[in-house]
């Protein structure tokens, strides 16, 4: 049976789609908005030191000395005594390199005519202008980004802990169910702000336990043999989950079709279970629906109802081990459940919803085409509604319900 891949989600929110690239992306913001910053430094101490251009050649000429005789006193400054080196001398060489360019710039300003010296200087302060816009520009892009990074990472921390789970280690498929409705939940808090490979991941992980809610691995044919979990199962699932909790909190059968009736029923006795004060075991029921190859629907419950196996409009029991009860294959082979190996913490074979509706499929002399089962009632394992996968005694019994090559018995 193919797995999912890992998740790829850890807690850790840098783990988490989009939280990673965008922090990466406003690193990159704030290097170029330090950058544009640096680059307007520069740009103004230009303008700044061709100020004297302003004042025509002979200016220019003066403020070139005084360039040059600084850049000397900071070289004299360093070459000592005492000698300075490294770190020391760095703020005096940045002096010596910044007076230097000054220099350079001026004389060469001094050589021009005065409108030429002005024309200069005009630039210069043109392009600090620029810079400094361009220095804005990137100091708030850069903001946004980090604001948006930030928010991301808040964002991502509302993913539970369950995320750092890789689901397909666990082979308890009703396990990876719950792991899977607090995914959702997850999700739901975040609505439109979900991470995308988020949504994408939970929603694999919900395919793929559609597809394993009811399978099993048959030994005999070495094959799967499952029941296909489709959203239109599941959407009658739920809606059989909502009437009966509707026409149960009727006050009577008045006005109701006989199905109406039938489900009013069921839907009575279960909610009796969900709201008892008494400390039963379970309370509640699993509900199902079974979709057969011709469109017909076929409706189930665990157990009995108020203490009768079966309800009118309902799966009919099947009846336990003592009793003679047998399961009919898909290949018309009649298996008697004492044959079948008890399951440990399990429910004794045949009495869960999904064998009575495969069991009623085959009577009725059609085949299983899809199935749902959702949890009526308190429970800690599963929320009221929930979808749930098949329990451990029902898997084991698919493998012989469904397998199409059942060894027929040996006869003398």
């Given at each position: 049976?193919?797995?999912?891949?890992?998740?790829?989600?850890?807690?850790?929110?840098?783990?988490?789609?989009?939280?990673?690239?965008?922090?990466?992306?406003?690193?990159?913001?704030?290097?170029?908005?330090?950058?544009?910053?640096?680059?307007?430094?520069?740009?103004?101490?230009?303008?700044?030191?061709?100020?004297?251009?302003?004042?025509?050649?002979?200016?220019?000429?003066?403020?070139?000395?005084?360039?040059?005789?600084?850049?000397?006193?900071?070289?004299?400054?360093?070459?000592?005594?005492?000698?300075?080196?490294?770190?020391?001398?760095?703020?005096?060489?940045?002096?010596?390199?910044?007076?230097?360019?000054?220099?350079?710039?001026?004389?060469?300003?001094?050589?021009?005519?005065?409108?030429?010296?002005?024309?200069?200087?005009?630039?210069?302060?043109?392009?600090?202008?620029?810079?400094?816009?361009?220095?804005?520009?990137?100091?708030?892009?850069?903001?946004?980004?980090?604001?948006?990074?930030?928010?991301?990472?808040?964002?991502?921390?509302?993913?539970?802990?369950?995320?750092?789970?890789?689901?397909?280690?666990?082979?308890?498929?009703?396990?990876?169910?719950?792991?899977?409705?607090?995914?959702?939940?997850?999700?739901?808090?975040?609505?439109?702000?979900?991470?995308?490979?988020?949504?994408?991941?939970?929603?694999?992980?919900?395919?793929?336990?559609?597809?394993?809610?009811?399978?099993?691995?048959?030994?005999?044919?070495?094959?799967?043999?499952?029941?296909?979990?489709?959203?239109?199962?599941?959407?009658?699932?739920?809606?059989?989950?909502?009437?009966?909790?509707?026409?149960?909190?009727?006050?009577?059968?008045?006005?109701?079709?006989?199905?109406?009736?039938?489900?009013?029923?069921?839907?009575?006795?279960?909610?009796?279970?969900?709201?008892?004060?008494?400390?039963?075991?379970?309370?509640?029921?699993?509900?199902?629906?079974?979709?057969?190859?011709?469109?017909?629907?076929?409706?189930g419950f665990s157990g009995d109802v108020d203490g009768n196996d079966d309800m009118p409009g309902f799966a009919v029991h099947v009846p336990p081990a003592d009793q003679g009860g047998e399961f009919l294959?898909?290949?018309?082979?009649?298996?008697?459940?004492?044959?079948?190996?008890?399951?440990?913490?399990?429910?004794?074979?045949?009495?869960?919803?999904?064998?009575?509706?495969?069991?009623?499929?085959?009577?009725?002399?059609?085949?299983?085409?899809?199935?749902?089962?959702?949890?009526?009632?308190?429970?800690?394992?599963?929320?009221?509604?929930?979808?749930?996968?098949?329990?451990?005694?029902?898997?084991?019994?698919?493998?012989?319900?469904?397998?199409?090559?059942?060894?027929?018995?040996?006869?003398?």
């Open positions: 049976m193919a797995t999912l891949p890992l998740t790829g989600f850890k807690f850790s929110a840098d783990k988490i789609p989009q939280v990673k690239p965008a922090k990466e992306v406003a690193a990159a913001a704030e290097n170029a908005a330090k950058d544009a910053e640096w680059a307007q430094k520069l740009a103004e101490d230009k303008a700044e030191s061709l100020l004297p251009a302003g004042l025509g050649p002979d200016a220019c000429r003066v403020a070139a000395e005084e360039a040059r005789q600084q850049a000397a006193a900071a070289k004299k400054t360093i070459e000592g005594p005492p000698v300075l080196a490294g770190k020391a001398a760095r703020p005096y060489n940045a002096i010596v390199k910044k007076a230097e360019a000054n220099a350079e710039r001026l004389e060469a300003l001094a050589a021009k005519k005065p409108d030429e010296c002005q024309d200069a200087l005009e630039a210069a302060q043109k392009e600090a202008l620029e810079k400094k816009a361009e220095a804005e520009a990137l100091r708030e892009k850069a903001k946004e980004l980090a604001a948006t990074a930030a928010r991301l990472e808040e964002e991502a921390k509302l993913l539970d802990k369950v995320w750092a789970k890789d689901q397909t280690a666990n082979p308890d498929i009703r396990k990876q169910e719950a792991d899977w409705r607090t995914m959702k939940d997850d999700l739901d808090k975040l609505g439109a702000k979900s991470p995308p490979g988020a949504v994408a991941y939970c929603k694999a992980l919900e395919k793929s336990i559609d597809d394993k809610a009811h399978k099993a691995h048959c030994e005999r044919c070495d094959a799967d043999h499952g029941i296909p979990r489709p959203d239109n199962a599941k959407a009658l699932v739920t809606k059989l989950i909502a009437d009966l909790e509707r026409l149960a909190k009727l006050p009577t059968d008045e006005g109701l079709t006989t199905q109406e009736k039938q489900i009013r029923a069921v839907g009575l006795y279960v909610e009796r279970l969900r709201n008892s004060k008494v400390k039963t075991d379970p309370k509640g029921k699993m509900i199902g629906v079974l979709i057969c190859d011709d469109g017909t629907v076929i409706m294959t898909a290949n018309k082979v009649k298996v008697p459940l004492v044959d079948l190996p008890e399951i440990e913490d399990g429910n004794p074979h045949g009495v869960c919803a999904a064998p009575k509706m495969i069991q009623a499929a085959y009577k009725a002399g059609k085949k299983p085409a899809a199935m749902a089962e959702a949890w009526y009632g308190k429970d800690a394992a599963q929320p009221h509604g929930a979808l749930v996968a098949s329990c451990k005694t029902c898997v084991s019994n698919l493998d012989v319900q469904l397998c199409d090559h059942y060894p027929a018995p040996k006869t003398d």
